[in-house]
């Protein structure tokens, strides 16, 4: 049945977008993350769990890719909101619990993640709005662990899995001028569903070229804690944004 809560949200998007095609109104925000990593991976069972840390300064070093882009479909003060980020990262890893068979360890990871939300707005005032949401998060994630023995061999462990759970949340704006204003955003979800606990916090400065393009820069914060059947992904990414709104 989990997978039924996406395919319902992009129900409810369809709809409204026919329901009134001329007053819809379509925002997209392609961004750039440079997002780090850390927290405990494991890809199978049996084979010692890794812990990564990469700090501020490493982000830029151990990432490899990280691109991301939101969508906003309104319809007065519905709207059909949603993300999309695919994060790979390199990055140092070391074991959790040291063992006589290994004394380090390598990680390359990837990770989709995409958010599909119904949100409905509670304030729409000249200076402000705030908007409520709920909806479903599919995951996936591919972890492939390097052990490494004290003589320099390697053991190589590799697995991902997919999976959804439900969020809900919270986005508001707040205009300081005609051309600047800030965003806040958070959801929290999982409630053991699929992960124990999701959730995620993003805050943004934008400023407005025109009506249909601005630009958005800002930091997000991204966690999960996901464990079946061995398969551990209990990691946050986190890192700078920088992007463009354009709204048509």
Same mark, same amino acid.
């Given at each position: 049945m989990k997978p039924l809560i996406p395919v319902a949200c992009a129900g409810l998007a369809l709809t409204l977008a026919a329901a009134s095609p001329a007053a819809a109104q379509v925002t997209v925000t392609p961004y750039f993350w440079a997002a780090g990593m850390k927290g405990d991976i494991a890809p199978v069972p049996g084979l010692p769990t890794v812990e990564t840390d990469s700090s501020f300064s490493d982000i830029l070093d151990d990432l490899q890719l990280g691109l991301a882009s939101s969508f906003e479909i309104r319809a007065g003060q519905w709207a059909f909101v949603g993300d999309l980020s695919y994060v790979d990262t390199g990055a140092t890893a070391d074991l959790k619990v040291p063992t006589p068979q290994f004394d380090s360890a390598g990680l390359d990871s990837k990770s989709l993640m995409s958010t599909l939300a119904v949100s409905y707005r509670l304030l729409d005032g000249d200076g402000a709005t705030f908007d409520v949401l709920g909806g479903a998060r599919i995951n996936w994630a591919d972890n492939d662990v390097r052990l490494i023995r004290p003589d320099g061999t390697?053991?190589?462990?590799?697995?991902?899995?997919?999976?959804?759970?439900?969020? +809900? !949340?919270?986005? $508001? /704006?707040?205009?300081?001028?005609?051309?600047?204003?800030?965003?806040?955003?958070?959801? +929290? !979800?999982?409630? $053991? /569903?699929?992960?124990?606990?999701?959730?995620?916090?993003?805050a943004a400065v934008n400023y407005r070229f025109t009506d249909s393009i601005a630009l958005t820069v800002g930091y997000r914060y991204y966690a999960i804690d996901y464990d079946h059947d061995g398969f551990v992904f209990d990691v946050a990414e986190y890192g700078p944004l920088i992007g463009t709104a354009i709204t048509f």
């Open positions: 390697e053991v190589k462990a590799q697995d991902n899995e997919t999976w959804v759970d439900p969020v +809900v !949340g919270a986005k $508001g /704006v707040v205009w300081l001028s005609p051309r600047w204003s800030l965003t806040g955003y958070g959801d +929290v !979800g999982g409630f $053991g /569903v699929s992960s124990d606990l999701t959730w995620q916090a993003m």
